[in-house]
T-cell receptor
């Protein structure tokens, strides 16, 4: 199984809402990532978890709160977002040892903040 | 600051020809370089990875070269097909598995 799944596919939320994005993989990967991608731009790294611990936070505003409950799941909790946070949010996973680098991406969640 | 540029925002090519995409970087010493394909509204899909001590890598109709002196990678698709139409992203990492930085992307259109 080389699939990374993300739910929901689409999300519309107001600036006062609280919502969560979910990501799951069953490839045994111990590194998981959140990226943000705006239209016609490359993915931008937000967070990296390795062995379920946060290892990289790319100075992301605190209205984005990641969580890794176990080695297969990754959540991104959203609160008090701004319209400019509207984007495609991508989850990815990769090995930590052995063949490095290759990342497997989910289909993304299209987020619209109104 | 680190910069990764893909020389064309868009590239149109006739079916059957070889498409060549370029990735240039500055202020970076990547340990390895990757190429991904991304279709509209979908996540990137890994295609090839090449290490700093490798000159060339091939996979079916795909070929990647990596010149650390020129700070450049070339990505070739031979015998291109309309199904190859997508955005292609190069991505660099200076080491380890964690931090990968993506280039600006090239939108390839293969015309039948």
């Amino acid at each position: 199984d080389t699939e990374v799944t993300q739910t929901p596919k689409h999300l519309v939320m107001g600036m006062t809402n609280k919502k969560s994005l979910k990501c799951e993989q069953h490839m045994g990967h111990r590194a998981m990532y959140w990226y943000k991608q705006k239209a016609k731009k490359p993915p931008e790294l937000m967070f990296v978890y390795s062995y379920e611990k946060l290892s990289i936070n790319e100075s992301v505003p605190s209205r984005f709160s990641p969580e890794c409950p176990n080695s297969s799941l990754l959540n991104l909790h959203l609160h008090a977002l701004q319209p400019e946070d509207s984007a495609l949010y991508l989850c990815a996973s990769s090995r930590i040892s052995g063949r490095l680098g290759e990342q497997y991406f989910g289909p993304g969640t299209r987020l619209t903040v109104t | 600051s680190q910069k990764i540029e893909q020389n064309s925002e868009a590239l149109n090519i006739q079916e059957g020809k070889t498409a060549t995409l370029t990735c240039n970087y500055t202020n970076y010493s990547p340990a390895y370089l990757q190429w991904y394909r991304q279709d509209p509204g979908r996540g990137p899909v890994f295609l090839l990875l090449i290490r700093e001590n490798e000159k060339e890598k091939r996979k079916e109709r795909l070929k990647v070269t990596f010149d650390t002196t020129l700070k450049q990678s070339l990505f070739h698709i031979t015998a291109s097909q309309p199904a190859d139409s997508a955005t292609y992203l190069c991505a660099l990492s200076s080491g380890g598995y964690q931090k990968v930085t993506f280039g600006t992307g090239t939108k390839l259109q293969v015309i039948p």
